[in-house]
């Protein structure tokens, strides 16, 4: 994540009691959003370029007053001389600036915004930075410029708003969505209720409603509008069912208002049958994939409530061990998570990963799911095992989300104690319990799972092992996830006298599996792990030779991998796994 300076009202105009309110009060809402919309196509996917801030900075106050002009080029000017990187909003503030708009809209018509509308759209614009940067403090003292202080300073505010900062490739919803509807169309369950959400979106294929949206992002990437001619019913349709009205952001309680709830369900605004607006790029490219399993629990949730009677018996049939129909849709989640993320899609992106001949060969041991039998009962061993010569990586995957409530608190130990709900529940016994289980497990030398000749090679304290945690909301990207569940783990762990190395547990987001295929598929993934902790190492040996070590001391994998490739010039070409099945949404 750049550092930089997000600007604030008080830092250029100074504090004259102003108001967010009484600065947009005589502007009109639609006109104000069609600007911020505009703006946030302009940074969406150049979050930190402030070539590309300043550049709009100086075309939103071309028209300003010759004095007001000079307090922000000399503001500017100051900062430049002290090379401070500017940003004039970032995804977060606009979609807060998106949300007080609704909430305050007006139907006052107006073209052109007049000077003084315009500059006071950038002062509401600044106020909001302002208040997002004092709910965070990231100040460093002496007595927290320590490991678990730093952390704590970090996670509490990065983890509100990962997600709006990390960049979105279009490509990973879109591989995701391939597959998704690919099981969906197969799967015993999920393919009851396929007809009925292609009928609530009005299209007869779900490779239909993927390129519609897919083109609807393409066609609004550079201005946000999207023009449409009367002949296009499905498409209007389908963007119907996509657009936000201002009547209904009260129907949202304050900590659904703070995740942008309303905008990942209807990312866009309509003006007219033809005109419509872009508010949210990031929610609108997750609709091809974040969002459609939540439509479908949606169809599940409205056929229970129609009682009927055929669909009723197919779930309660599958489901034997339900009592009441409300229990279907928790289940109907872990099924979900079980058969589509950790049986299929999880899978098909190792399988990519470990394509290296130095791995994938008559020596080393791919295993999706490994289970094994202890007494009568048969255990799961991880989701994914892999195994060159005495060295074991172990990969668990949790499709879990962070609660709102939680992820909004700005509370260090709320946030700790859901990251150890979601990671290392000892209810579920998934996640690092699961890795610690499978860990207790190989120290035993048993590998009759593996069914091969190989395990008779393995020996005894010569076994190297990594535990990674696969998982899928970008919120556990934040800083200190990693070293809150690596602490975790060393609590859960005991002595293991066949075992020559636990390696740092390393945490994983599903999407960069996919994004780096074409890296893993030329290098070695274990060689390319060793470079990630000794590229840790060694900055945090140099912690306090400067800013850039300290950080890079709590580097993410993911962030690591990005800095890998540029620094080798590997070329990143499209993920194989876009190509499986032979799919043509392209």
């Given at each position: 994540m750049a550092i930089g300076l997000l600007l604030e009202l008080e830092s250029i105009f100074g504090n004259k009691g102003e108001t967010f309110e009484t600065l947009i009060k005589n502007i009109p809402s639609f006109s104000m959003l069609k600007l911020l919309a505009y703006i946030n196509a302009q940074i969406h996917i150049k979050e930190t370029n402030t070539d590309k801030h300043k550049e709009l900075i100086s075309w939103l106050s071309q028209n300003f007053e010759h004095n007001e002009k000079i307090k922000i080029t000399s503001f500017l000017s100051g900062c430049g001389s002290k090379q401070v990187p500017i940003f004039l909003a970032n995804n977060q503030t606009i979609l807060i600036f998106f949300t007080r708009i609704l909430q305050n809209y007006n139907s006052i018509e107006c073209e052109?915004?007049?000077?003084?509308?315009?500059?006071?759209?950038?002062?509401?614009?600044?106020?909001?930075?302002?208040?997002?940067?004092?709910?965070?403090?990231?100040?460093?003292?002496?007595?927290?410029?320590?490991?678990?202080?730093?952390?704590?300073?970090?996670?509490?505010?990065?983890?509100?708003?990962?997600?709006?900062?990390?960049?979105?490739?279009?490509?990973?919803?879109?591989?995701?969505?391939?597959?998704?509807?690919?099981?969906?169309?197969?799967?015993?369950?999920?393919?009851?209720?396929?007809?009925?959400?292609?009928?609530?979106?009005?299209?007869?294929?779900?490779?239909?409603?993927?390129?519609?949206?897919?083109?609807?992002?393409?066609?609004?990437?550079?201005?946000?509008?999207?023009?449409?001619?009367?002949?296009?019913?499905?498409?209007?349709?389908?963007?119907?069912?996509?657009?936000?009205?201002?009547?209904?952001?009260?129907?949202?309680?304050?900590?659904?208002?703070?995740?942008?709830?309303?905008?990942?369900?209807?990312?866009?605004?309509?003006?007219?049958k033809n005109e419509y607006l872009v508010l949210s790029f990031i929610f609108l490219i997750d609709k091809l994939f974040k969002s459609i399993f939540f439509d479908f629990k949606e169809v599940a949730e409205n056929l229970f409530k129609q009682d009927n009677p055929s669909f009723d018996a197919i779930f309660l049939e599958k489901f034997k061990k339900i009592k009441e129909k409300k229990q279907i849709f928790g289940?109907?989640?872990?099924?979900?998570?079980?058969?589509?993320?950790?049986?299929?899609?999880?899978?098909?992106?190792?399988?990519?990963?470990?394509?290296?001949?130095?791995?994938?060969?008559?020596?080393?041991?791919?295993?999706?799911?490994?289970?094994?039998?202890?007494?009568?009962?048969?255990?799961?061993?991880?989701?994914?095992?892999?195994?060159?010569?005495?060295?074991?990586?172990?990969?668990?995957?949790?499709?879990?989300?962070?609660?709102?409530?939680?992820?909004?608190?700005?509370?260090?130990?709320?946030?700790?104690?859901?990251?150890?709900?979601?990671?290392?529940?000892?209810?579920?016994?998934?996640?690092?319990?699961?890795?610690?289980?499978?860990?207790?497990?190989?120290?035993?030398?048993?590998?009759?799972?593996?069914?091969?000749?190989?395990?008779?090679?393995?020996?005894?304290?010569?076994?190297?092992?990594?535990?990674?945690?696969?998982?899928?909301?970008?919120?556990?990207?934040?800083?200190?996830?990693?070293?809150?569940?690596?602490?975790?783990?060393?609590?859960?762990l005991g002595s293991y006298e066949n075992i020559k190395e636990i390696k740092p547990l390393i945490m994983l987001d599903l999407n960069t599996l996919i994004q780096y295929e074409n890296l893993f598929s030329k290098k070695n993934f274990f060689e390319i792990i060793e470079e990630y902790y000794d590229f840790k190492k060694k900055r945090a040996k140099d912690r306090k030779k400067s800013t850039k070590n300290f950080f890079n001391s709590f580097e993410s994998f993911s962030a690591f991998l990005e800095y890998y490739v540029k620094r080798n010039n590997i070329g990143m070409d499209i993920p194989k796994i876009l190509k499986d099945n032979k799919l043509d949404l392209v």
């Open positions: 052109n915004l007049s000077p003084k509308q315009k500059l006071d759209f950038f002062k509401a614009l600044l106020l909001v930075n302002q208040e997002v940067n004092d709910k965070q403090n990231y100040s460093i003292s002496d007595d927290n410029f320590k490991d678990e202080g730093i952390i704590q300073l970090f996670l509490k505010n990065q983890i509100s708003q990962i997600e709006f900062i990390k960049e979105k490739l279009f490509y990973i919803p879109l591989v995701k969505c391939y597959h998704l509807f690919d099981f969906v169309e197969t799967d015993e369950i999920f393919s009851k209720l396929l007809p009925y959400f292609l009928s609530n979106k009005g299209v007869s294929n779900w490779k239909e409603y993927a390129r519609i949206l897919l083109g609807i992002y393409i066609a609004s990437f550079q201005t946000a509008i999207i023009k449409i001619g009367s002949e296009y019913t499905i498409e209007r349709n389908l963007l119907h069912n996509l657009c936000i009205n201002p009547e209904n952001i009260s129907n949202y309680d304050s900590f659904q208002i703070e995740d942008f709830t309303p905008f990942r369900e209807k990312p866009i605004f309509k003006k007219n289940i109907l989640n872990t099924y979900f998570t079980t058969k589509f993320s950790e049986e299929l899609l999880l899978v098909k992106a190792m399988k990519h990963t470990f394509s290296h001949k130095s791995i994938n060969h008559k020596n080393s041991i791919l295993t999706p799911n490994p289970t094994y039998k202890i007494g009568k009962d048969t255990k799961e061993l991880t989701d994914f095992y892999v195994r060159k010569d005495q060295k074991i990586c172990l990969f668990e995957l949790k499709d879990v989300i962070m609660k709102a409530e939680i992820k909004h608190s700005y509370d260090y130990d709320k946030i700790k104690e859901g990251i150890l709900d979601k990671f290392s529940n000892q209810k579920d016994k998934k996640g690092v319990p699961q890795l610690v289980n499978a860990i207790n497990y190989i120290n035993n030398l048993d590998f009759s799972f593996e069914n091969s000749k190989l395990s008779k090679r393995i020996k005894a304290k010569k076994i190297i092992i990594y535990p990674i945690l696969v998982f899928t909301d970008l919120s556990f990207s934040a800083f200190g996830v990693e070293e809150i569940l690596q602490n975790e783990m060393n609590n859960q």
